[in-house]
């Protein structure tokens, strides 16, 4: 087996969804013929089958006859294993007489390894199954002829055969060639990393011009620490067949900083296929079992609008999915309603608007100066998200506004193929400014309408729904009626 394989810097392409792509440079120093080399720095979560060893250079051509991947790292519960049907050394450590050495035949290990990386393939059940073994059963250890559960000490090995190994390890026999020593290029896939975006969007006390800062957090839960990496992370909706298991994990939100610091951007970003490259511009070391986070975008003077919408209608979906016809003649659809008026936050990601930068899927929370003191007024999440497209938010609904939507009447003639629907809007403003509200209505009962009654200008927004906007002094009532005409 070849001595221990010296590395360059690794580099890292870490995906939002959950796995990363591994790089690394092997110097190999190979003979003409077969050649035994071994790797003992992967990742606990590699996925063995999208292992690439290659010769970048194409010096040397290489064959891989054979490859191994082991991931059962020597423990006390293993060597135990390796011993069964043998006879070991136990030590009895004594609180008020000296420790003594006892002998030990091990009748049964109770170990049951893999089930971890064996979950991957064979899913939840069989993991379950393995913890159930592993619970249940005790080591069995036979002592003067006697048979007892559980360790009778310290287990005292003698030493580590061939058979262990330390950390998880690749080893190949590889078909060279040609002899010489070449850096090959090594790639694998692996889980238990991942990197997700997230936003704090600050909001002057009197003022639409916002500040955001944009923040990547990444998360090692490899198994192995990448020192000096460097990282580039993936985002976009990239295909990848999942595991039948489904591990989540949460991530905790970064730090407020001071927006108004005028600092470059931290990271670099480039369109990639079909995908988009945030690129660190240093190496960072990441440590396994570590959080890290990165601030990416800084914008200062944002134009934003906030923007109120009532939608007030209420439908369960469930009850009439199937039932188109039910929808037309139902007296009762489409007649519970909201009070609630939800406020939104736009905003256009343009370069004109000091932004432009495609943004990635990800948390934003929005803050309001108090006074000179941050307020969180709310969050939610918005999707990858190109450059000079809209961005807009629901963060929560108005305390002081209020609508209230009436279905005042309602005909149908199934005879001669048509529908009519009266209703009637309310809206209360009680704050002490000015607003206005949008008020979003569906159409719902049939493709094929017509308004032709309404108190207010409105406009149609798609292929069933109309949207009218509202001006409303402070402590001003006002309503809004329209009459549809549906046929078919």
């Known amino acids: 087996m070849s001595p221990a394989l010296l590395f360059a810097d690794p580099a890292l392409t870490i995906y939002n969804q959950n796995f990363a792509v591994v790089r690394d440079s092997v110097p190999l120093d190979l003979k003409d013929g077969v050649n035994d080399v071994s790797f003992s720095d992967t990742t606990a979560h590699l996925e063995p089958d999208s292992v690439i060893l290659r010769d970048p250079s194409g010096k040397v051509n290489l064959q891989v006859l054979e490859q191994n991947y082991r991931n059962d790292p020597v423990s006390q519960e293993l060597l135990l294993s390796l011993f069964e049907g043998k006879t070991i050394d136990f030590l009895i450590k004594g609180t008020d007489k000296p420790d003594q050495l006892i002998q030990g035949k091990i009748i049964r290990s109770a170990y049951a390894g893999h089930s971890q990386a064996a979950m991957q393939r064979y899913g939840q059940q069989y993991y379950y199954q393995q913890q159930s073994l592993m619970s249940a059963s005790q080591p069995i250890v036979e002592v003067d002829g006697k048979i007892q559960f559980g360790l009778p000490g310290q287990p005292i090995f003698p030493s580590l055969g061939d058979d262990t190994i330390l950390k998880p390890m690749i080893s190949w026999k590889l078909n060279a060639d040609a002899s010489g020593k070449v850096n090959a290029e090594l790639a694998y896939i692996t889980e238990g990393m991942t990197w997700e975006a997230s936003y704090n969007v600050v909001a002057p006390e009197t003022s639409d011009l916002i500040d955001v800062i944009g923040w990547v957090t990444m998360d090692n839960q490899s198994g192995k620490t990448f020192a000096d990496a460097k990282i580039k992370l993936m985002a976009g909706d990239v295909n990848k067949i999942q595991n039948q298991h489904d591990l989540s994990m949460a991530v905790g939100g970064a730090v407020m900083t001071d927006a108004t610091s005028a600092m470059p951007p931290a990271v670099t970003e480039k369109a990639f296929d079909e995908y988009h490259l945030y690129t660190l511009p240093r190496a960072t070391t990441l440590h396994d079992g570590e959080t890290k986070q990165v601030e990416f975008i800084r914008a200062t ?156 200008p409105f406009q149609k927004t798609n292929a069933q729904e109309i949207e009218f906007r509202v001006p409303l002094k402070p402590d001003e009532e006002k309503t809004v009626t329209y009459k549809v005409h549906y046929s078919w």
């Open 301 to 456: 003077g944002v134009k934003s609008q906030k923007v109120y919408v009532y939608d007030g209608v209420k439908i369960n979906w469930d009850q009439w999915r199937y039932n188109p016809q039910g929808m037309r003649q139902n007296e009762e659809f489409g007649t519970e309603s909201d009070t609630k008026v939800a406020v939104m936050r736009e905003f256009k990601n343009s370069e004109e608007n000091h932004l432009g930068m495609p943004l990635p899927k990800g948390r934003v929370r929005f803050y309001k100066q108090d006074d000179k003191q941050l307020e969180f007024t709310g969050e939610n999440v918005i999707d990858h998200t190109p450059k000079d497209e809209l961005v807009k938010i629901y963060t929560g609904n108005a305390f002081d506004l209020v609508g209230e939507r009436t279905r005042t009447n309602f005909k149908v003639d199934n005879a001669n193929h048509w529908a009519e629907e009266t209703f009637e809007i309310k809206l209360r403003n009680h704050k002490t400014e000015p607003v206005e509200i949008r008020v979003v209505e569906h159409l719902y009962r049939w493709t094929n309408w017509v308004i032709s009654e309404n108190s207010d």
